[in-house]
């Protein structure tokens, strides 16, 4: 597993007219080829009546497995100009559908080359961005006056908060980037004049936010 690679949050759609052909894009984060397949089905299935449906994804976190189709459209203009978007984004596990309702005008090879890769372009910057890597999951457990200290702190740093419980005393779930996790649990004990206790859970790939 590589230390770190960008990808993609969840799902995000775009439409766009080109010529009175109307152009849906729809990109996802997947985590293997089976997921990209089902999700590539899933998009060519609830847009069975489009002219085309093509696609393009980077299934795992190394870049190895890459496949693209051109769903009819002349070879080399749709599915491979959409994957060389993903490879100029140097994103993985991610997959892009671009589905096209011919609007009776033809664009030529090169007009629907610009077509699909500007429109995966287009949708892929809209995209919420994440970087996975290391992180360490910590449980903080502080009393209830320094809860908010602690909040204004897991946001000046950027942790994602993973689960709160208020029980005897607030206790917080956190993933820290692993490379900054000593130097956040130190400035935090020092913020809080050592009044705080921090276990460390487990550590793994997370996505955190670009």
Do not use: W
Request: hydrophobic content about 35%.
């Amino acid at each position: 597993m590589p230390e770190k690679y960008l990808s993609v949050s969840g799902r995000t759609q775009t439409k766009k007219i080109i010529e009175k052909s109307k152009f849906i894009t729809t990109s996802c984060h997947v985590e293997g080829e089976e997921e990209a397949r089902a999700f590539i089905a899933e998009i060519s299935k609830e847009y069975s009546d489009a002219t085309h449906n093509c696609y393009a994804y980077i299934a795992d976190d190394k870049g190895n497995f890459l496949r693209f189709s051109d769903d009819g459209e002349p070879q080399g203009t749709a599915g491979m100009p959409m994957l060389e978007v993903l490879k100029s984004k140097d994103l993985r596990q991610t997959a892009v559908v671009v589905t096209r309702y011919f609007g009776g005008i033809k664009l030529g090879a090169g007009g629907l080359l610009r077509a699909y890769s500007g429109c995966a372009s287009e949708n892929l910057e809209e995209a919420q961005k994440v970087q996975y890597e290391p992180c360490a999951e910590l449980e903080i457990t502080v009393s209830y006056s320094s809860v908010d200290a602690v909040l204004r702190y897991l946001q000046e740093k950027k942790a994602d908060i993973l689960n709160t419980m208020y029980l005897n005393d607030a206790i917080f779930t956190v993933a820290v980037k692993k490379s900054g996790e000593e130097e956040f649990s130190s400035s935090l004990v020092n913020l809080l004049n050592g009044k705080v206790k921090i276990k460390r859970l487990k550590e793994y790939f997370f996505p955190f936010k670009v």
